[in-house]
C-alpha cells in the first residue's frame, strides 16, 4: 500500500459491494413479483424502489471509493485530512441505512409516512429521487466534505493531472445536478423538467466523465500507456460526452409537455450519443494493442475493456435503438426501456466499479500477484446472465409494443397472458447474476490474502 488513504477507498468499496448485493437480491424479488404479486411481505413498489436505489447509491459509493484511491495516487500524496474521509464514510453509511430502514418501514406501514415541516418523513414520492428531504441535505453534506477533501488534496500538492481535472469536474457536476432534484413547483411540466436534471444528466452527463476518467486511469496504470495520449483521448470523449448527453436531454423532454423543437433536439443528439461510447472502446483497444509488455494484472484489463464495450452496446446501441421519437412515440414507457436500463447501468457503470476494484484492490492489500479465476467466473457469471436477463426484457417490450399499442389490449392481459415466459427467464437468469455477485464479493474478501498456488 503507498498511501494510508487507500484504506479510505477500501471502506467503501466494501460498503457499495454489501450494497450491490442487496440490490440484486432484491431485484429477484421484484422479478418474482411480476409472476406472483403476492410472493413477498413487501409490495412490488417498495421493493422496485429498494432495487434502483441500492443500484444508484452502491455505484456512487464505489465511485467514491475509486476517487479516493486514485487522487492521492495522482497527486503522490496523502488525503488532505483522513480523518474527515473517515467522518464522510460513516456519515454516508448511516444516512443510506436510515433511509433504506425508512424504506421498509413505509412499505410494511404506508401511514408511518407521515408529513413533517412540509416534507414527507420516509419517501418524498419522486421515482428515482425517492429520498426524504433530511437524506437529501445529508448526502449533500457528505457531497460537499467529500469534494472538500479531495479539492484540498490536489491543492496540498499542487501536481495536477488530466485525470484528476477530469475525475473530480465529473464528481462536482454531479453534486450541482442533485440540486434541481431538492425542490419543488407546482407545475408537472416544470416539476419533470428540473427532475430530469437529476435523472438524465447524472447517467449520460456526469458519471460518464467519471467513467472517462477512471478508463484513462486503469488503462495508464495496467499498461503504462502514455498519459499524454491518454488525456488527448479522453478530453475528446469528454468534450463530445457533454455535446450530446446534455441536449439527448430532449428525448425526454418531449413527452412532457415542452416546445416542440426538443422533438428535433432530442432526437438528433440521442442519435449521436454512442459516437463517444464508441471513442472509449477503440481508445481501449488501441492503448491495449500498441501497449507493449507482460500484464500481470490480466484479469484487471479484461474487465477494464469489457467496460469500454458494454458501455457501447448498453448506453449507445439498447439506447438509440428505441430513443428516437419515430420510435419512441411506441416503445415509451414500456420494457424496451427497462432492457436498455439494465444493459446499460451493467456496462456503464457496474463494470467500471468493478473493473476498478480488480485494478487497485491488489496494489491496497499490498500484492502483486493474485488469484484471478475467481474474477473472471463473477465476470462470465455476471456477464452471460445479464445477457438473457436483457434479451427476453427486450422480447416483452417488443410484444408489449405490438400488442398494448397497436392492437390496444390492456397491459395486464398482456403482461399475464403474453409475457409469461418472458418473466421467468428473467428470474431465473437474475439467479445466475446473483451467484456471479456472490463469488465477487468472496473473491473481494479473500484476494490477496492467499497463496497463488
Known amino acids: 500500500m503507498h498511501y494510508q488513504s487507500h484504506k479510505i477507498a477500501l471502506n467503501f468499496y466494501t460498503a457499495a459491494l454489501l450494497l450491490f448485493l442487496v440490490q440484486v437480491v432484491v431485484g429477484i424479488i421484484a422479478a418474482l413479483q411480476f409472476m406472483w404479486p403476492d410472493f413477498f411481505i413487501l409490495n412490488f413498489n417498495t421493493i422496485r424502489t429498494l432495487h434502483i436505489n441500492a443500484l444508484v447509491v452502491w455505484l456512487l459509493m464505489g465511485m467514491m471509493g475509486a476517487t479516493y484511491y486514485v487522487i492521492p495516487e495522482e497527486s503522490e500524496t496523502e488525503l488532505w485530512s483522513i480523518p474527515l474521509a473517515h467522518v464522510q464514510f460513516w456519515a454516508t453509511v448511516l444516512t443510506v441505512s436510515a433511509v433504506i430502514i425508512g424504506y421498509i418501514v413505509m412499505g410494511l406501514n404506508p401511514q408511518a409516512n407521515i408529513e413533517i415541516l412540509g416534507t414527507r418523513l420516509l419517501n418524498e414520492g419522486r421515482e428515482y429521487i425517492e429520498a426524504p428531504r433530511w437524506a437529501d441535505i445529508l448526502i449533500v453534506v457528505s457531497i460537499l466534505l467529500f469534494l472538500l477533501n479531495n479539492f484540498m488534496t490536489v491543492l496540498k500538492t499542487k501536481k495536477f493531472t488530466a485525470v484528476q481535472g477530469v475525475l473530480l469536474g465529473g464528481l462536482t457536476f454531479l453534486a ?57 483521448w479522453m478530453y475528446i470523449e469528454v468534450g463530445l460526452v457533454l455535446f450530446t448527453g446534455i441536449l439527448g436531454l430532449g428525448h425526454h423532454y418531449y413527452w412532457i409537455g415542452t416546445p416542440r423543437y426538443w422533438l428535433w433536439v432530442g432526437g438528433v443528439f440521442s442519435s449521436l450519443e454512442p459516437v463517444p461510447l464508441l471513442l472509449m472502446v477503440w481508445d481501449a483497444f488501441r492503448t491495449t494493442r500498441e501497449t507493449r509488455g507482460v500484464v500481470e494484472n ?5 474487465l477494464t475493456v469489457a467496460h469500454a464495450i458494454f458501455n457501447f452496446v448498453g448506453a449507445g446501441l439498447w439506447g438509440v435503438v428505441h430513443t428516437l421519437p419515430q420510435v419512441n412515440k411506441w416503445t415509451h414507457g414500456t420494457q ?38 475467481g474474477g473472471y467466473q463473477a465476470f462470465w457469471w455476471m456477464t452471460i446472465s445479464m445477457i438473457f436477463i436483457v434479451i427476453p ?21 398482456v403482461k399475464a397472458s403474453y409475457n409469461l415466459w418472458f418473466w421467468i427467464f428473467r428470474a431465473l437468469f437474475g439467479v445466475g447474476f446473483l451467484v456471479g455477485v456472490l463469488i465477487m464479493v468472496k473473491d473481494f474478501f479473500t484476494l490477496g490474502k492467499k497463496p497463488v498456488s
Not at 298 to 302: D, I, N, R
Not at 342 to 366: Q, W
Not at 393 to 412: H, P
Open 298 to 302: 490480466k484479469v484487471g484489463l479484461h
Open 393 to 413: 426484457i427486450t422480447g416483452a417490450g417488443m410484444v408489449q409494443t405490438y400488442l398494448e399499442r397497436l392492437l390496444g389490449l390492456d397491459y395486464v392481459t
Open 336 to 373: 424496451i426501456t427497462t432492457a436498455h436500463g439494465h444493459l446499460a447501468f451493467y456496462g456503464a457503470y457496474v463494470l467500471l466499479i468493478v473493473a476498478m476494484i480488480y485494478v487497485t484492490l491488489p496494489s491496497i492489500r499490498g500484492v502483486r500477484q493474485f488469484r484471478q479465476s
Open 176 to 232: 450541482l445536478m442533485y440540486l434541481p432534484g431538492m425542490f419543488y413547483t407546482k407545475s408537472m411540466v416544470l416539476d419533470q423538467f428540473w427532475w430530469w436534471w437529476v435523472v438524465h444528466l447524472w447517467v449520460e452527463g456526469s458519471w460518464e466523465l467519471i467513467a472517462a476518467a477512471l478508463l484513462a486511469f486503469m488503462l495508464h496504470k495496467l499498461l503504462k500507456a502514455d498519459v499524454r495520449v491518454l488525456a488527448k
